[in-house]
């Protein structure tokens, strides 16, 4: 895929993450599906790691399919993504998100 291609799909992931509700969470897959791209989970990564300095881009957000905070690792301090959901009421416990189905926003609810 070329560069320009790339950053394209990256706007487009920054522009479903920023829909993401305070409170609520999606997953890389979910926003992957959305935008038509199912089995480019990996690039959302890379998106979302690509996202720290876009103060507008809620990356804390976007775990992974099972609720884990895979993400975790490129955010500044130790604990931040964790810190940043509870901030907003998202529990978490050993890195997972706690009722995770009860958090997940699935992307889809952008075009009801």
């Known amino acids: 895929m070329k560069n320009s291609e790339n950053t394209n ?25 959305f935008l038509g791209a199912a089995r480019s989970a990996r690039m959302v990564g ?6 720290h300095s876009m103060e507008d881009v809620p990356a804390h957000r976007v775990v992974n399919r099972r609720g884990l905070l895979t993400g975790k690792f490129h955010f500044d301090g130790t604990n931040l993504m964790q810190q940043l959901l509870e901030n907003e009421g998202v529990k978490v416990a050993d890195n997972q998100i ?3 189905e009860k958090v997940f926003w699935n992307p889809e609810e952008l075009n009801n």
């Open 9 to 33: 799909f990256f706007e487009r992931v920054y522009e479903v993450v920023k829909q993401i509700p305070h409170g609520r969470v999606t997953s890389y897959g979910a926003i992957a599906k």
């Open 46 to 51: 890379w998106a979302m790691n690509a996202s």
């Open 98 to 100: 706690i009722d995770f």
